[in-house]
């Protein structure tokens, strides 16, 4: 067995980033004191640098003896953890600054979640599947339990532990059986081993326990308890990127095992989802609305989307993948910006959580006010904003597959869920004014900016993204 | 070949009534050494399949890393048990169906248990041939080679693991009096001697 350099390079956008994290750890260590600003802003470099690489990287290639795959889709949505990991990585350091807990292992773990999430896009085995998955959520339980002193904080990243380790146990678990029917676990092999012979029980009760682990990193109903109280009890700043790249990391892992690996068992697996999707969009509406903590609220709100976004994998086909994507697309840039603006509703210093603390809003922050507007309809789907877009295009795909039921439902919650949405707005623009907020600190401020105004003037180029998520979609079907 | 049977009921038998004990122990540090005890037989058994190498690992990491760590815990903890125990018969119908309903279940799955034609190769493609060469040495030959990028992955896991465990439990107490070696290697014995010259008569001031 020769070794070559070659088969480095698909890997060489992680590669890059894991020895970055640990450069970024020694720096730490050696400088001691203050370091958290500028291994955040070198982190976020790095960041940059491994979308580069990822571009300029090859289209399509397979490496690691079939461990490790890179293509178009894998790309894509790498891309799309990449932002939400640089982006959100700004927004702890600010938060950091500010509430003076900065210590420098804060930026290194989220890029070391980042790399997990990287990694199990990339996977191509349940070998690396788990071992991605465990390398992000390790990294995520941390963050969670990060401000040690705090109650809510610590019972959020122990929730989290314990449940996350019961969802990788299952995941193990199902991987087991799969392995005991399959023989092998690359995708390929089970691929074919799936086609070869007919349905049994065994391997149908395997891929539901790997989709039961999976579905619990998504936060999907029935596997969501845990997600309300991390989200409330993590610090504001890691509950956004908890909100986004995980999510948008464990959806396409979900896309890839199910549509590749175990698409010859469609199926079965297609009524799983469609129950998961289905109860995911209701629960996420329903409960919502009694919600107070604005925290809470994105909790429910992110099942809801998850929901949406499940509608687009039940149909299983090219459409459905291209509405998925570009549904996270969206997702993420309407979660960050609602993020940037839950982290500035700040009173003399002190963070508040309640919705009622936005009321006249519009008259001290007319700007902000404007932005979480923008924001919260965009949440709804009202159009022309662009959570319409993503919404329409996972509908369509699944009207277009028969799955009118589904579809219509998804719509009902959807405006279920507009009911939430649009009492923030009323909050912010109706009722009567209480305390101003303080002034967002520049770095929310630009985000919040940024975002709001993608969802307002992403019609103006549309096209460009959709076709970005179709060709990610087609580049996963062809395997 | 008898003896080989002997001992692989000595060590199932003994492994089954210790893993029995460490549940039923009232006392938490006699869980722990009992779990010893099953890993000891595990071992043994693992001995007996001829996976030598696996059977030393399991000494060596779980006896000797694992279940040490679980008794300095659980001696330092002083957990109450009995109060953990408290609602235990309240839950224990709850527990129980689940249980059953679920061993119900893997008996269906496993009774009508089918393996996909090919598996048979495909679970043996990756190892080297049988005989050929010592299990160590076959484990290695996979580790290092095939599934470098897993085993690469698997240290990402365990460098987090050790970040998270200093980030969550490290505190820098001030105040601490610790012992400076540096500092005290390079006092000089002007820093700390005065030499006064005492005139007789006068005495020390």
């Known amino acids: 067995m020769t070794f070559e350099v070659s088969s480095l390079i698909p890997a060489l956008p992680e ?54 795959i890179v293509n178009g889709f894998t790309s894509f949505a790498k891309i799309l953890v990449l932002i939400g990991g640089a982006l959100t990585m700004l927004m702890i350091n600010s938060w950091a600054q500010a509430a003076k807990t900065a210590r420098f292992e804060l930026p290194v773990l989220v890029l070391f979640a980042t790399l997990g999430m990287m990694m199990m896009v990339s996977a191509n085995d349940l070998i690396s599947v788990y071992l991605g998955l465990e390398l992000q959520s390790l990294s995520l339980y941390v963050l969670a339990a990060y401000q040690r002193d705090n109650v809510r904080s610590t019972e959020a990243g122990v929730k989290y532990f314990v449940l996350g380790a019961l ?25 074919t081993a799936m086609r070869g012979s007919e349905t049994h029980i065994g391997v149908v009760v395997g891929i539901v326990f790997v989709i039961a682990g999976l579905a619990f990193k998504v936060s999907a109903v029935p596997f969501h308890m845990w997600t309300p109280d991390v989200y409330e009890g993590a610090p504001t700043p890691i509950t956004a990127f908890f909100s986004v790249g995980p999510k948008i990391a464990a959806l396409c892992l979900f896309l890839r095992v199910l549509v590749g690996p175990f698409a010859p068992m469609i199926e079965e697996w297609q009524q799983v989802i469609v129950l998961i999707s289905i109860l995911s969009m209701l629960w996420g509406s329903f409960a919502a609305i009694a919600q107070r903590n604005i925290k809470r609220l994105m909790a429910y709100s992110s099942i809801g ?9 039940v149909v299983g086909n090219e459409e459905g993948a291209r509405g998925l994507l570009f549904y996270l697309l969206i997702y ?21 959580e309640e919705i009622s603390d936005l009321s006249g809003l519009s008259k001290n922050h007319p700007g902000m006010a404007m932005a979480l507007a923008a924001l919260m309809f965009s949440m709804a789907g ?52 209480a305390a101003a907020f303080d002034k967002p600190d520049m770095v929310n401020g630009a985000i919040m900016t940024l975002c709001s105004v993608l969802m307002l003037v992403y019609f103006v180029v549309p096209s460009r993204l959709v076709e970005g998520a179709e060709a990610a979609a087609r580049a996963l079907f062809l395997g | 070949m008898i003896i080989a049977t002997l001992a692989f009921y000595l060590f199932a038998i003994v492994a089954v009534i210790s893993a029995l004990n460490v549940i039923f122990q009232r006392n938490p540090v006699h869980s722990v050494l009992w779990l010893i005890l099953t890993f000891f037989n595990a071992a043994g058994l693992f001995v007996l399949l001829g996976a030598e190498f696996v059977a030393m690992i399991l000494v060596v990491v779980y006896v000797g890393a694992v279940a040490v760590l679980f008794l300095f815990v659980v001696m330092m903890l002083d957990i109450n048990i009995t109060m953990i125990r408290e609602g235990f018969l309240k839950y224990l119908w709850v527990g129980a169906s689940i249980g059953l309903i679920l061993l119900i279940e893997l008996a269906v799955v496993f009774g009508g248990w089918v393996m ?14 049988p005989g050929a060469v010592s299990n160590t040495e076959a484990l290695g030959l996979l580790l290092y080679t095939d599934y470098a990028y897993v085993f690469q992955a698997a240290g990402l896991v365990l460098l987090v693991a050790m970040v998270g465990a200093i980030v969550l439990t490290l505190r820098r107490r001030p105040g601490v009096r610790k012992q400076k070696i540096s500092e005290q290697v390079n006092r000089r014995v002007a820093d700390t001697l005065e030499i006064v010259k005492v005139e007789t008569g006068k005495g020390a001031s």
Request: hydrophobic share 55%.
């Open chain 2, 116 to 129: 996909s034609p090919e598996s048979e190769g495909l679970r043996g493609a990756p190892a080297p041939a």
């Open chain 1, 305 to 313: 989307h998850v929901g949406y976004a499940l509608v687009g994998l």
């Open chain 1, 15 to 68: 590669i890059f980033l894991a020895v970055a994290g640990m450069v970024f750890l020694l720096l730490g260590v050696f400088r001691k004191e203050d370091s958290t600003q500028i291994i955040s802003w070198l982190g976020v470099a790095a960041m940059a640098v491994t979308g580069y690489l990822i571009l300029r990287g090859p289209a399509s290639a397979v490496t690691f003896n079939d461990l490790f």
């Open chain 1, 167 to 191: 969802a990788s146990g299952l995941l193990l678990y199902g991987s087991s059986l799969v392995y005991g029917f399959a023989g092998t676990t690359s995708f390929e092999g089970l691929a």
């Open chain 1, 382 to 433: 009202i159009p022309p904003l662009a959570g319409f877009l993503g919404k329409y295009f996972v509908f369509v795909a699944a009207v277009n597959a028969g799955f009118v039921p589904l579809a219509i439902i998804g719509v009902l919650s959807s405006v279920v869920g507009a009911f939430y949405y649009i009492r923030v707005i009323k909050v912010m623009y109706f009722d009567e004014p």
């Open chain 1, 332 to 352: 993420l840039f309407m979660n960050i910006g609602t993020f940037a603006v839950i982290l500035s509703m700040k009173i003399n210093g002190k963070y508040v």
